[in-house]
């Protein structure tokens, strides 16, 4: 009969013994865990990296911000300045021509050439104050690259009319890459362009 209960008894142990155990808590999951370092890591290392990663982000966008918001600065001041410049000329009239270029591109385009054409025949026989050249691109591309393609547009429309005869000491150049592109044009084909302006 003892043999029989103690045989019993290491039945139930054995069974007991072999009865799936509680599943392991995730402590990540627990309302009531004290985190350690090495819980933090382990349970919020990834948001831990992706916080440092949009902040640099944030931090480069802002130094960015903060640079075209000055180059933007220094372009008002340079209207404002050829604004007093004109100012004082005495100016009786105006005529105005709007040239456009293909991608990535600065050299002239025949519809350009035969609106630069134009412009000139019209002021030949004025008596030139001021001629002013201002070269524009769209946002495609790095901002750098982009001031140097406007002023490079700029420069070969300058050139081609001191060519045909306009004085050069009355041509001033300027250049604003992609800064003021909204204002030129909504779609980038437009905002391909140099405005010349000549004042007599």
Request: charged share 35%; aromatic share 8%.
């Amino acid at each position: 009969m003892k043999k029989i209960a103690l045989s019993g008894l290491l039945l139930s142990a054995f069974i007991v013994g072999c009865s799936p155990k509680e599943a392991a808590k995730d402590p990540c999951k627990e309302k009531n865990v004290v985190f350690s370092n090495y819980l933090i890591q382990k349970c919020y290392g990834h948001y831990m990296e992706q916080i440092e990663e949009n902040t640099e982000s944030i931090n480069k966008l802002s130094a960015r911000v903060d640079n075209l918001e000055e180059r933007v600065s220094k372009a008002e001041q340079d209207i404002q300045g050829l604004k007093e410049e004109v100012d004082k000329l005495k100016i009786s009239g105006k005529e105005q021509v709007r040239v456009y270029f293909d991608f990535d591109k600065f050299t002239l385009r025949e519809d350009a050439r035969t609106a630069l054409d134009d412009l000139i025949d019209a002021v030949r026989d004025k008596d030139i104050k001021k001629v002013i050249v201002v070269g524009y691109a769209d946002p495609k591309g790095k901002e750098g690259y982009n001031f140097e393609l406007s002023m490079k547009r700029a420069q070969n429309v300058a050139a081609y009319l001191i060519r045909n005869g306009l004085p050069v000491e009355k041509i001033r150049i300027a250049a604003y890459g992609e800064e003021l592109a909204d204002l030129i044009g909504e779609r980038d084909i437009e905002q391909r362009a140099v405005d010349v302006i000549v004042l007599y």
